[in-house]
């Protein structure tokens, strides 16, 4: 070629370092698409003949087709690996949100047994005060002095265990929405104790069991208040329950 030529690139010349004068261009196609140009070039002028573009037109359709094979494959393997991602998220996605749905069967069943026993152990008291307060109110006159006071003493003992109740009920129904605030500070652990005495006394000459409080005098505890009481509180029921 001639570098007068408007079609001479001299950045080709820099690029190959090469002075190129002739050149022979096989478009690389494709199904009727041009993918790419197989070139061979030359500094002597001229050197090219159809007999070179002969040989080289099969070349440059295998070069052609293995290229957009090759290009093929690799799109391919792209969209396999992304598949594959997707699949690997979606089998995540699935194994999470079966954690959940059995996170949530679990707290539900939870929940139903804690209602059941709730209902359960709230019927029996409510049942003794409703019976209690009808024959007192009934047959008050029949009664003597001490029958009177044995009979408010029974009623006081199940209003207290229906308290216990209640507050175990408000307790899981705060946990269950996150909104059991917790506070802790110095208790003394004797005088916490003596309180949660207080509300069983009834219960325990009920059956005659004496509460007694080994606790050491100023004995300090780090706790909630609240969280500590629920705890002592459901022990010593427990304790008198099946003593």
């Known amino acids: 070629r001639d570098r007068n030529d408007d079609r001479h690139a001299d950045d080709v010349d820099a690029h190959t370092g090469i002075n190129i004068r002739s050149i022979l261009a096989i478009p690389l196609r494709v199904q009727g698409s041009t993918i790419g140009v197989l070139s061979l070039v030359d500094p002597g002028?001229?050197?090219f003949s159809q007999a070179e573009q002969?040989?080289?037109?099969?070349?440059?359709?295998?070069?052609a087709i293995a290229i957009d094979n090759a290009r093929l494959f690799t799109t391919a393997q792209q969209e396999i690996a992304e598949r594959w991602k997707k699949e690997t998220e979606l089998r995540s996605l699935h194994k999470e949100l079966k954690k959940k749905n059995e996170e949530l069967q679990q707290a539900n069943a939870t929940k139903d047994k804690f209602f059941s026993i709730i209902s359960h152990d709230l019927r029996g008291p409510f049942n003794t005060l409703q019976g209690?307060?009808?024959?007192?109110?009934?047959?008050?006159g029949s009664y003597d002095e001490k029958e009177r006071k044995q009979n408010i003493?029974?009623?006081?003992?199940?209003v207290e265990r229906l308290h216990g109740l209640l507050e175990n009920l408000l307790t899981w129904s705060r946990l269950q929405r996150d909104a059991m605030s917790y506070e802790?500070?110095?208790l003394d652990f004797r005088d916490l104790v003596d309180e949660n005495f207080a509300l069983f006394t009834s219960k325990a000459e009920e059956k005659q069991i004496e509460l007694t409080n080994m606790i050491q005098e100023d004995v300090q505890v780090y706790a909630d208040a609240n969280m500590a009481d629920t705890v002592l509180r459901n022990l010593l029921s427990n304790a008198l329950k099946f003593t």
């Open 45 to 47: 002028v001229n050197r």
């Open 54 to 63: 002969t040989l080289l037109e099969p070349i440059a359709g295998a070069a």
């Open 132 to 140: 209690f307060t009808h024959l007192l109110s009934n047959r008050y």
């Open 153 to 158: 003493k029974r009623i006081h003992h199940t």
């Open 184 to 186: 802790p500070e110095l």
